[in-house]
């Protein structure tokens, strides 16, 4: 833990992706693996790194196989729990994919807006400001995966596929929308053999591209 006094507080909240969960299901990548973890260590000391993933959440959907996956009612208190709060980094989305929703991508964005509006409303800086927000677009489903039908037959399908490639510019026309930061893990990350999970090698450069982010915000 940095228990630097003075650290700049950032909450990274998501699904199973930002936890850290392995493509074959063994379990979750080391802390020095995972993103988040990464991301700390290219922030240094001067910054504080908050995990907040956790499989199966949704961005405001109930899972009853689940319970507690519904993203927006955990956000509420995440943040008054980890506040004050100066960056906000949120990637959700491919949950709300599975075939028992039957979202939209554009769906989907609209309750990642209500996040946004949930953040911008409990969450406080040390100088009670609104904290900064990166919006995460998530990788794409990749169904030709060696593992993918072994795994995830029943929960998601063809139109998943189409809406998961549909997600990105979604979220950016909600990111322009609602005047927050926004990137698109697609662009350097990869799912490894069960198409939904970050392999191994897309951990470093997902938190070199965060990092970068954070870091023009305090030029």
Known sequence: ?????SAINVLCNGDSNPYGQKPDKTGRYEINVRWTGILQE??????????????????????????????????????????????????LGTNDLKTQYKR?????????????????TYASTKNAATPEIVLISPIEINAKAPRFAEFYTGY???????????????????????????LDAATVS??????????EQSQKPLAKLIFNVINSLSE
């Not at 596929?161 to 990111?175: D, F, N, P, Y």
């Not at 990869?190 to 392999?199: A, M, S, T, V």
Request: net charge negative; hydrophobic share 35%.
């Open 42 to 91: 290219l922030l240094g000391k001067g910054y504080r790194v908050i995990e907040e993933g956790l499989g199966s959440r949704t961005t405001d959907l109930d899972y009853d196989k689940k319970p507690g996956r519904n993203g927006r009612t955990y956000l509420l208190p995440c943040l008054q729990s980890h506040n004050p709060i100066d960056i906000v980094v949120i990637m």
């Open 156 to 182: 998601y399908d063809e139109r998943s596929m189409r809406e998961s490639k549909r997600l990105s510019q979604a979220i950016l026309e909600l990111a322009s929308t609602k005047d927050v930061l926004f």
């Open 1 to 5: 833990m940095n228990v630097n006094p």
């Open 104 to 120: 939209t991508a554009e769906q989907i964005a609209d309750s990642l807006g209500k996040l946004i509006d949930d953040v911008r």
């Open 190 to 199: 990869k799912p490894g053999e069960d198409g939904i999970h970050f392999n």
